[in-house]
């Protein structure tokens, strides 16, 4: 992977480097490039095309000590060749979550998926966006790369050609922003997340169980054994889901509760407390002993809390150490999984002449 360093401001807004004209197959390394982006307060954040993929993120601490908090590896060999595929801090999709079965059925006409996660569909299927080499360009001066890649009418059996664009922009409020952007020539579905697994106490540093999350949602979608919603809203209140006050991710774990059986943990969706489409808090996390805290801010209507459950220490990261049961967590905003089988929920289909459009922005600060 050729990284490109150093992507500084400038004063001149300069596209600073182009990557594969063509969204190449996977087996295209040449065209594999990683960029560093770096804000005035010395924050990096550092993104592949292959996969569109965050594969840094450096932070201070309340003493200043900079650390990398998202997990993952220093060479695209790593992503590629990674055992059971984490999609660590890649854009999943074209559906990021699952689908029952891959099927559903649009317009009256039945739609059969790649299935990859048992009988279901999950996070666009084998060779979904996680998995191909996107197209790339970086701005120094305003500090982002521009990622687009074109999924072809069919791909892993989705209905039409959809056009997409990710803008990941590093601020200097130490925001990590993403902009996500679609267009298609058939109705389709769309859900596209961020899939960064982090860990605030610096990635391969051990358990997330001692951070405190908000997640700011009165209800979960829960799920059968095979992780797909049972179509119904189940309220946090007075269970081991309830996050609406800041909480040690570790304080519940251990209840018997039959949801945190089928997800080994926590591997659930929350529907968000918001008006449709507003720009809003939707959770927060904080890790004590580093004081490094997060805010997750977005336009979509829910948010799956992912507690790393198939970490088993046989993936090794950028600092050679394993990744082991809950060594990160990811917070992907998205519409709730399987929502194309449940019309009850905020729609996920693209129609052709509409735009799909929306923002999440990772913030980063200290307590
Ligand atoms: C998601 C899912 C999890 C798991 C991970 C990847 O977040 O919800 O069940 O598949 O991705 O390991």
């Known amino acids: 992977m050729k990284r490109v360093t150093k992507l500084l401001f400038s004063s001149a807004c300069l596209i600073l480097a182009l990557a594969s004209s063509q969204a190449a197959a996977v087996k295209d390394f040449s065209s594999i490039k990683e960029y560093t982006l770096m804000n005035k307060n010395g924050m990096i954040v550092r993104i592949t095309n292959y996969g569109a993929t965050v594969t840094a993120i450096i932070v201070p601490d309340k003493n200043g000590e900079f650390a990398d908090v998202a997990l993952g590896y220093n060479t695209v060999e790593g992503y590629i060749n990674a055992i059971d595929r984490p999609y660590f801090g890649s854009i999943v999709g074209r559906y990021g979550n699952r689908i029952a079965k891959g099927k559903f059925t649009l317009d009256g006409e039945e739609y059969e998926l790649a299935t990859n996660n048992g009988e279901n569909h999950l996070h666009g299927g084998k060779m979904g966006f996680d998995k191909v080499v996107w197209d790339a360009k970086a701005c120094g001066c305003c500090n ?107 304080k519940d774990l251990d209840k018997k509760d039959q949801q945190l059986k089928f997800g080994l943990g926590y591997d659930h969706n929350w529907v968000l407390d918001k008006k449709a489409g507003e720009m809003s808090l939707a959770a927060t996390l904080y890790e004590p002993t580093s004081g490094r805290f997060m805010e997750v801010f977005t336009m979509e209507p829910a948010i799956q809390f992912y507690g790393g459950n198939f970490l088993d220490g046989r993936l090794k990261g950028k600092s050679d150490r394993a990744y082991n049961f809950r060594d990160g967590m990811c917070l992907e905003t998205q519409h709730s999984p399987d929502s ?13 002449g509409d735009t799909y459009e929306t923002t999440t922005i990772y913030k980063f600060s200290t307590k």
């Open 144 to 250: 982002k790369v521009i990622l687009s890649y074109l999924a072809r009418d069919g791909e892993e059996g989705y209905p039409g050609n959809l056009d997409i664009e990710v803008v990941y922009t590093l601020t200097d409020d130490n925001e990590i922003k993403i902009e996500y952007k679609a267009t298609t020539d058939k109705a389709t579905p769309v859900n596209l997340t961020n899939h960064t697994y982090f860990n605030l106490a610096g990635e391969g540093s051990g358990t997330i169980n001692n951070h405190v999350l908000m997640i700011n949602a009165s209800n979960t979608t829960p799920v059968d054994e095979g992780l797909i919603p049972i179509g119904e809203l189940a309220p946090v209140k007075g269970t081991p889901f309830d996050f609406r006050k800041p909480k040690k991710i570790g």
């Open 340 to 352: 194309p089988n449940n019309p009850q929920w905020p729609s996920t289909i693209l129609r052709p």
